[in-house]
């Protein structure tokens, strides 16, 4: 199993940015990939972005490409989400999760793809 622990949420205002840390400890060699997702109140857990650990692909949801990016530091087994141009419907606890196996066409974007996640950290962006 691997620990994962989120941080650098808080509150900002529209246009502004944030950068989340999720730290990773454990056996954080055999995980393929990471992800973010967030959650509304209300709403379901949307997927965010996605990396993978060796050759650091990159995938986002449409909602956020071109305001955010996902990268690793592999030496420090942490993932980062840098959210700029930040908007109000950003605002949802988000998640880091990993995930053991590759994955099929698109199959990043699925919960059912990650096997550990963090307890989450919020984030509101006020208008």
């Known amino acids: 199993q691997v620990q994962l622990v989120e941080s650098g949420g808080g509150l900002v205002q529209a246009g502004g940015s944030l950068r989340l840390s999720c730290a990773a400890s454990?056996?954080?060699?055999?995980?393929?990939?990471m992800g973010w997702f967030r959650q509304a109140p209300g709403k379901e857990r949307e997927f965010v972005a996605a990396?993978?650990?060796?050759?650091?692909?990159?995938y986002y949801a449409n909602s956020v490409k071109g305001r955010f990016t996902v990268s690793r530091d592999s030496a420090k087994n942490t993932v980062f989400l840098q959210m700029n141009s930040l908007k109000p419907e950003d605002t949802a606890a988000y998640f880091c999760a990993a995930a053991p196996d590759s994955w099929s066409i698109g199959g990043y974007s699925y919960q059912s793809a990650y096997a550990s996640w963090g307890q989450g950290t919020q984030v509101t962006v006020s208008s």
């Open positions: 454990g056996r954080t060699t055999i995980w393929y990939a």
């Open positions: 990396i993978t650990w060796r050759g650091g692909s990159t």
